[in-house]
């Protein structure tokens, strides 16, 4: 997969094209089917001039000389609704350095991104949280968890006290006082 540099300076980012070659390949079972690095280069040209055509004029897509027979429509459906849902909750989200100093927010609130997901991720329940939170809405839940997949924290993880064993290892050697 050839990925592209979307502006100097950036990192590395997929193409709509590579999600979708990324999301059929995923469905591929592995014990049916092995590619070697050519048929996964043929696959993906011919998964990118299938995404290119606006409106494909097959649902099936015949690879590799027809010996195998992708249905591609469900996958470039599921591929395009998820890319929808990412740019909505990219819109969702405000960084403004006056605003919880320049943390990801939920527009029209000073409610961080990350801290909703991460009160999901711990398992709380949706109407808890929206309960405490009385200005979020359920969509920007949803939508807050696919931002802070899509772009995590920045650095390494915070360190837990919780996550410290609450004793201290102590060499062979050493005196106790």
Same mark, same amino acid.
């Given at each position: 997969m050839k990925? #592209? @540099?979307q502006r100097p300076g950036s #990192? @590395?980012?997929l193409s709509e094209e590579?999600?979708?070659y990324l999301a059929a390949a995923k469905g591929l079972d592995t014990r049916l089917v092995q590619l070697t690095s050519e048929g996964k280069d043929k696959l993906h040209d011919a998964i990118i001039v299938y995404w290119r055509s606006k409106k494909p004029a097959k649902k099936e897509l015949p690879v590799l000389g027809g010996r195998l027979l992708l249905d591609l429509k469900l996958?470039? !459906?599921?591929v395009r609704s998820r890319l929808k849902r990412l740019e909505r909750a990219r +819109?969702?989200?405000v960084e403004d350095p006056e605003i919880r100093g320049g943390e990801p927010c939920i527009l029209g609130t000073r409610i961080g991104v990350y801290e909703v997901a991460s009160i999901l991720e711990q398992g709380a %329940? !949706? !109407?808890e949280i929206l309960e405490g939170y009385p200005s979020l809405k359920r969509e920007q839940l949803e939508l807050a968890k696919i931002f802070a997949r899509a772009y995590p924290r920045k650095g390494r993880p915070p360190r837990h006290p919780w996550q410290q064993p609450p004793w201290r290892e102590i060499s062979r050697? %050493? +005196?106790l006082r």
């Open positions: 990925s #592209k @540099r #990192k @590395r980012a590579d999600l979708f996958v470039l !459906e599921e +819109t969702m989200v %329940a !949706e !109407e050697g %050493a +005196t």
